[in-house]
């Protein structure tokens, strides 16, 4: 159950790389071990948080600049394909937001 835990969490946060690579204007660094794993913003998260919430993904915000994922242990890769392209649709909406 385990390697499987860790094989998603790593999968996970390979999304999450990417999603920094294609967003180094909002994204500083990928944080955080396991399935625990948050995204440190140059910008506040709690937009961000909001425009996920609306898209259905359910995301925490840690200290004033860390978008936070919590995931359950039984998170699938297909779970983790959709959060990160809900992510990178709310990324890309606050880039936007935030050069207009």
């Known amino acids: ?9 790593g999968t996970l946060k390979q999304g999450l790389a990417s999603l920094a690579d294609r ?7 990928v944080r955080g071990k396991g399935l625990l794993i948050g995204l440190k913003l140059k ?3 709690k937009p961000v948080q909001g425009l996920a919430r ?27 394909r959709e959060a990160i392209a809900v992510l990178d649709e709310c990324l890309a909406e606050a880039k936007a937001s935030e050069s207009s």
């Open 43 to 45: 910008v506040p998260p």
């Open 1 to 9: 159950f385990m390697d499987e835990v860790n094989r998603v969490a």
């Open 54 to 80: 609306a898209k259905k993904l359910l995301t925490g915000v840690a200290g004033d600049n860390v978008l936070r994922l919590a995931p359950p242990l039984v998170i699938t890769d297909a779970d983790v």
């Open 23 to 29: 967003h180094p204007e909002i994204v500083e660094e």
